[in-house]
């Protein structure tokens, strides 16, 4: 099926779903030490665009991928694909009616999110729509700003209470944050 051939209606549930993927590197740490947000917006259009968009409804999902671009205003969402997932049965409806119910994204090969000066990266990210918690993951997890650096293999973000952790690797590779001094002139 081609993304043309999905209904305006469908792809607002897709927008609607992506939106809390883009808030993903809302927990870049500023020089204070406080965790900065992006600033995203509800009355700003939403563009998903990539090489290719399925929908597999006897699955429940659909799929973007390839050169998979999200973008929200100064905030954009890089990835290789990625996933939608929605419910079955019991009025999960379909996505591309426009009814369906959201429960999980899935982006993958390559997770790069940018707004401003922001910017966190990763090999996987997960959002679970009903818990709104995103798990960002990978060998090498970073959230950056302003030459400031968290590194880690797992980053884990509680959209409800704004709460964020971020793990190691283990025994061999704990979470490392970068802090850059402040010039007298700023």
């Known amino acids: 099926m081609s993304g ?15 939106l809390a993927l883009l808030a993903l590197a809302g927990v870049a740490v500023a020089q204070n030490g406080q965790a900065t ?5 509800s009355d700003l ?11 597999m409804e006897d699955q429940s999902m659909a799929v ?12 954009v969402l890089r990835t ?3 996933v939608i997932r929605y419910a079955t049965g019991g009025g999960g409806g379909s996505i591309t009616s426009g009814s369906s119910q959201i429960e999980q994204l899935e982006a993958s090969g390559g997770v790069n999110v940018q707004s401003e000066k922001q910017v966190a990266t990763g090999d996987r990210g997960v959002f679970d ?3 709104e918690v995103l798990v960002l993951t990978g060998d090498n ?6 030459g400031n650096v968290a590194t880690g293999c797992k ?5 409800k209470t704004g709460r964020a952790r971020l793990e190691g690797c283990g025994a061999q590779q704990r979470p490392t944050i970068l802090l850059q001094p402040r010039t007298l002139n700023n």
């Open 4 to 18: 043309k051939a999905i209904a305006a209606s469908g792809l607002r549930a897709v927008i609607a779903a992506t």
């Open 37 to 41: 947000g992006l600033q995203l917006s």
């Open 45 to 55: 259009p939403v563009q998903i665009e990539g090489d290719r968009f399925e929908v």
């Open 64 to 75: 973007f991928s390839g050169n998979v671009r999200v973008s929200q205003g100064p905030t």
């Open 80 to 82: 290789g694909k990625l």
């Open 129 to 131: 729509m009903k818990t």
């Open 141 to 146: 997890v970073t959230l950056s700003e302003d």
């Open 155 to 159: 980053l884990i973000v509680a959209m």
